[in-house]
């Protein structure tokens, strides 16, 4: 038995080491056939291709208005990349020269960050000490004027046309390649949405087009010009300083937000890149392509606005703005500027932004001028005004909750008041004689800056300060937008801070909008939203929804918490206003008839509006005499209210020249605009004097 056991395995041994040799001699014999018999064909194969990977860009998330329109979406586009190949300069300089023909020959552009220009040679760094920096980087002397460096680069790359103004073209491409760095396996784009017609010809001329190659790549599109374009903000290339902080997610040629939407939102709205192999011979020349790695498209964000609604708003704000500098309704001012918010009362979304001036995001990069930068400001948000008369609301309010009045209490307006340092009612000025006898209702109506003054009296300035913060007044909102501006609410260390005595006439000033106060639209928006909606705080939002590419949506406490640690910002407010319906019902009411009763401030705007609203005007005088802000803050519908508005133009002289805008937005919200209108061109429309 022992003898049979060990002749078996004797047997398979000598099978397992004759399977070895068999093994053994097959790759040796095609280790020969690889080295000696197709040797040199194979090696000459190898040093005639390269494989390189190439990034797919990622369609960034398109952002959309609260009904799904887009708003900001991704389009197609075709970019020029090029690598470095084996050709040499002369070579190089002539590929980029014919890339640069095809590319004009249909009016499509090429890099040009070169910082010379020629004809007359100079520098387009103005800055000395940037010139040295520059000339240091690209080891010059730094004394070179601008047409030594010129010739210093034109040698160093070998560029031999005599031709000044194609010379600089090719080294304008040959200073991005420099600048950027490129190699056999990293490309530099060197022209970015081109046209289909070059994208053809660059291709079929691909064989001596040394290294070149066309690539789709996603292009942020803006679907209607310059709406809501201090909303959505715009997108350009990264930066140096950008760049150093997300080397890990990003490419130094990538696209990034940079303000808005686009850049409180970028790490949603970026998609993942993802990976082409690219064959090609040594000279540049394409074999083939696959793609490794899908690319994933960014995140959608879904905003609050409705995109009719604010075409409304900017277009009535801006037709405002003429017709106040044109005189439509009394005396010319010269009323260039204004914001527009309008807001659910009850959830906090904001329905439509404007600012004005405005700008068209998708060419701001060519459009952009430091002398121009007014049009860059987004005014709903950091814009800072003084509130004038729409502020009484709030003095009413605490006089009301602090038991100073009741809803009957009558104060008799007389014209000048006694305190202080005598200030007059508005009507006094116009009229000669004071109001009268008024209640809180009456005396919000007709806007009576003496009923205020005793309110203010009797308050004191701390109550007052205590009130408007309980609106949100004075304090940010937490709107999801970068900038918004803080405000301030009038109180004794505005003026102690400075080393001055706070005074009753300071009081005074506060209580009817002046002094030291000073507050957004944003702000005011949630003020007038939460008079009309019982005095519940609402948070301000922008952003309805994120909704990734599988079809799920970021939770609201994930949106919350990255926008409070991207912008360090949080809504400061968080109690509701206590204070018994009848009384805010009696401020209510007085709102109505500033908008629907004779005396009213904005009566005769809003009579041919089949439903009932609520309004206050205001006319904030500024630091330059003569010039007044113009305000209007309601609601609608009076009964169960929907929405505010809030409207703001600077220089605009009263209030209720304003109105006109709150009317349109009103009208499109509760769809009367397809109404033909015949308006009230006879409508008083007195200038208000801080009322």
Known sequence: MGKIKEFSNRLRYNILTTIIYIIGIILLIQLFNLQIVHGEEYRETSNSRLTRETVVRAARGSIKDRTGVDLVTTDTGYSVE???TKVDDNELNLSIEKLINILESNKDEFVDNLPIKINPFEFTYKDENQQKEWKKEYEMDENLSAEQAFYHLKEKYNISTEDLELARKIMDVRYEITRNGYSTTKSVVIAKDISNTSAVQIR????????????TEPIVSYTSGNLAAHLLGYVAQINEEEYETRKDTYRNDDIIGKSGIQYVFEEYLKGTDGVKQVDMTVDGAITSEYISKEAVSGSDVILTIDANLQKVAEDALKQNLKDISAGKYGDKHEAKAGAVVVTNVNTGEILALASYPDYNPARFSEEYTEDDTGRYINRAITGEYPPGSTFKMVVATAALAEGE?????RINDRGVYPYGHHPVCWYYNSYGTGHGYLNVSQALKNSCNYFFYEMGYRLGI???TEYAGKYGLGKRTGIELEGEGRGNVAKKENATDQGLEWYLSDTLSASIGQSYNKFTPVQM???ISMIANGGKNIDLSVVKSIVKTDGSEVSADE???????????KNEVTENL???????????KGMKGVTSEPGGTAYGYFTDLDIDIAGKTGSAETSVKGQAHAWFAGFAPYENPEIAVVVVVENGSSGGYTADVAKKIIREYFGMNSEKVTEDKTAESSVESVR
């Open 204 to 215: 079929e001329q691909n064989a001596s087009l040394a290294g070149m190659n066309v690539i």
């Open 462 to 464: 701390d109550k007052i």
């Open 559 to 569: 949106i919350d918490k990255f926008v409070n640690e991207k912008l360090n910002t």
């Open 578 to 588: 206590k204070i018994d319906e009848k009384d805010l019902a009696a401020i209510r």
């Open 525 to 527: 928006a949630r003020y």
């Open 405 to 409: 009045i009741t809803t009957s209490t």
């Open 82 to 84: 090029i690598y470095s």
